[in-house]
């Protein structure tokens, strides 16, 4: 999910895949992920979608809004929707309740113009994998649930249909996005 929504921005998308590479036609976010937001956000004008359980503990959908907000300053089309009462991993296999010690929610980091990957309250760039690992260690939180959910999994599939085949019309119009 993060790669996803990281992927809309401009910057990142040059950086890994050129100016004149193909691009994507279409983000699509399952579960969210609220680590990273971007400095001097430009979206790549791909529109977004991000689905979101609002009783998924592994992101924070306030942060998810603000990422979404980054995106649509940028000038790139975002909606995201939150479906209440529903956890982590909505379309698992997971039919009884199960839970994940460790979650993400509160681990803050931000994507300089510069690529360099920092921690939002202490300021410390990630150089490597030590310092990665100690970064996201002393952002985690107690756990979350995870579950299975028969209604919202065939939701969040109809939305997801839905959005790409609006991805494939808008291709089909002239854009030469590949899907």
């Not at 004008?45 to 992101?59: E, F, I, S």
């Amino acid at each position: 999910a993060m790669i996803t929504v990281l992927a809309a921005y401009e910057n990142v998308a040059s950086a890994y895949m050129g100016d004149d590479d193909a691009r994507f036609a279409g983000h699509v976010s399952y579960y969210g992920c609220s680590v990273a937001r971007v400095e001097a956000p430009r979206a790549t004008g791909a529109p977004v979608l991000m689905l979101m359980g609002g009783l998924d503990r592994n992101v924070s959908i306030e942060r998810s809004r603000l990422i979404a907000g980054d995106l649509r300053a940028g000038g790139g089309a975002v909606e995201m929707k939150v479906f209440e009462n529903i956890y982590h991993q909505w379309d698992g296999e997971d039919e009884t309740i199960r839970f994940v010690p460790f979650n993400l929610s509160r681990c803050r980091m931000r994507l300089g113009t510069d690529y360099r990957i920092r921690d939002e309250r202490t300021g410390i760039a990630m150089r490597g994998r030590k310092s990665r690992a100690l970064l996201i260690a002393s952002s985690v939180w107690s756990g979350y649930h995870i579950l299975k959910d028969r209604e919202t999994h065939e939701r969040s599939d109809e939305m997801l249909l839905a959005f790409l085949d609006a991805a494939s019309s808008r291709n089909m119009a002239g854009a030469g996005l590949p899907l």
